[in-house]
């Protein structure tokens, strides 16, 4: 099978490529040096191959925009990069069977809950967000128009050697001594490992929908840091409950301040969701991340 692919530099397309690769032929499209087709979709049209299938995880995350101008970036490499890739696919009269987006569970716009499920309302309320549902839009309509399937594959935080993010702030801070757990450490939030998804990607060919994926075990706090505190070498340091209030009372009155309650409270809540419709549709079935997990 003949795959495009875009993203392959970032995190998860570094997996998506050296999984894919091993059995297909694997073209890849970026901005990064060492691309088959080196371009920046956020401002052009590329000149595409005929494909059998694209996967598409090129596009802009783990940033918390403070201007006009930072917001505006989402939009451009999440929509606009989106809409020119379909443009360059749009040039030949034979489109790919299959076309596969890495969305994100952002869309639902939730900051607590448990077992979200697809049919959950979408409510997104930042840049990233927005900008995925827009882009979730534009694939919907291009499939629909020209018969190809498109899947949508919202993924929460994704685990792995050398991941970005919230989880490679955390490795950091374990590897540097100065993290500390929040109380207990209960609130447990949805993870996916990043080779389980590379390696799920190829038997959907020919599939449609949206679907949740996750590891289905959704670690606690406490649980993923320990686990890595134990590769790393090091010991997990808490916070009372007690304590953490009072910082975080202070935080509410200092701009700039670590912690503050609305940080504290995300940390204490859960945040999952059911991957049960791609479990039951697609054979989705991965193995837990802190079975796998490794920095």
């Known amino acids: 099978m003949r795959i495009l692919l875009t993203g392959a530099s970032g995190f998860l397309g570094h997996f998506l490529y050296q999984e894919l690769s091993l059995s297909h032929e694997v073209v890849t499209v970026g901005r990064a040096p060492g691309n088959h087709i080196c371009t920046d979709l956020s401002s052009t049209i590329p000149s595409l191959p005929v494909v059998d299938m694209v996967v598409h995880a090129a596009g802009k995350a783990h940033v918390v925009p403070k201007t006009d101008k930072e917001s505006k970036a989402f ?70 128009a020209w018969g190809v399937q498109v899947l949508m594959l919202r993924i929460p935080l994704i685990a792995g050697k050398g991941a970005p993010g919230n989880l490679g702030a955390m490795v950091q801070a374990l590897r540097r001594g100065y993290y500390f757990r929040i109380g207990e450490g209960s609130g447990r939030k949805s993870m996916v490992n990043a080779t389980d998804l590379a390696r799920f990607i190829p038997s959907l060919h020919g599939k449609a929908g949206t679907y ?50 609305y940080r504290l409270e995300k940390l204490r809540r859960h945040l999952t969701f059911s991957d ?20």
């Open 212 to 261: 949740n994926l996750t590891d289905g075990h959704h670690p606690s706090l406490a649980e993923l840091d320990s686990l890595l505190a134990a590769q790393l070498g090091r010991n997990v340091h808490s916070i009372p409950n007690s304590l953490a209030d009072g910082l975080a009372w202070l935080g509410d009155r200092l701009p700039g301040f670590p912690i503050n309650t």
């Open 276 to 295: 049960a419709k791609a479990r039951r549709e697609l054979g989705w079935s991965p193995q837990p991340v802190l079975s796998t997990m490794y920095v």
């Open 75 to 144: 939009f451009d490499v999440n929509v606009q990069g989106t809409r020119h890739l379909l443009e360059g696919l749009d040039k030949h009269a034979v489109r790919p069977n299959t076309l596969i987006y890495f969305s994100t569970v952002a869309v639902y716009g939730l900051e607590s809950g448990t077992d979200i499920s697809e049919d959950s309302p979408i409510l997104g309320g930042s840049s990233y967000a927005d900008s995925k549902i827009a882009a979730e839009q534009l694939l919907k309509q291009w499939g629909a």
